[in-house]
Nanobody
Framework: VQLQASGGGLVQPGGSLRLSCAAS????????IAWFRQAPGKEREGISC????????LYSDSVKGRFTISSDWAKTTVYLQMNSLQPEDTGVYYC??????????????????WGQGTQVTVSS
């Protein structure tokens, strides 16, 4: 599956953005789809994952309660709704996919397919 991330931009603290991760070549039915981010000078961090098998999701502590991951009914696009954004949320956001019909979902970096990244900047 090929992935295309979009939706990044510049937003003020407290604002919102919605990122999209569009799939081509396959639907997400048997995949785990995750969002990662990398801030300047920091390691890449897994922040959210959704299972295409059963829709279960999980979040890192750093975004729990502020970000929501979802998919469209056709399972071709995964969204990351980001609310109450703060400067520490600044970074390049990537989506990633891994074929896993068991329904597994995780925040480690061992995903097979990666999108190109979209920049999110939170600044006043």
């Amino acid at each position: 599956v090929q992935l295309q991330a979009s939706g990044g931009g510049l937003v003020q603290p407290g604002g919102s953005l919605r990122l999209s991760c569009a799939a081509s070549g396959s639907t997400f039915d048997d995949y785990a789809i995750a969002w990662f981010r990398q801030a300047p000078g920091k390691e890449r961090e897994g922040i959210s994952c959704i299972s295409g098998v059963d829709g279960s999701s999980l979040y890192s502590d750093s975004v729990k309660g502020r970000f929501t991951i979802s998919s469209d009914w056709a399972k071709t696009t995964v969204y990351l709704q980001m609310n109450s954004l703060q400067p520490e949320d600044t970074g390049v956001y990537y989506c990633a996919a891994d074929f896993n019909p068991s329904g597994w979902c995780g925040l480690g970096s061992d995903f097979a397919s990666w999108g190109q990244g979209t920049q999110v900047t939170v600044s006043s």
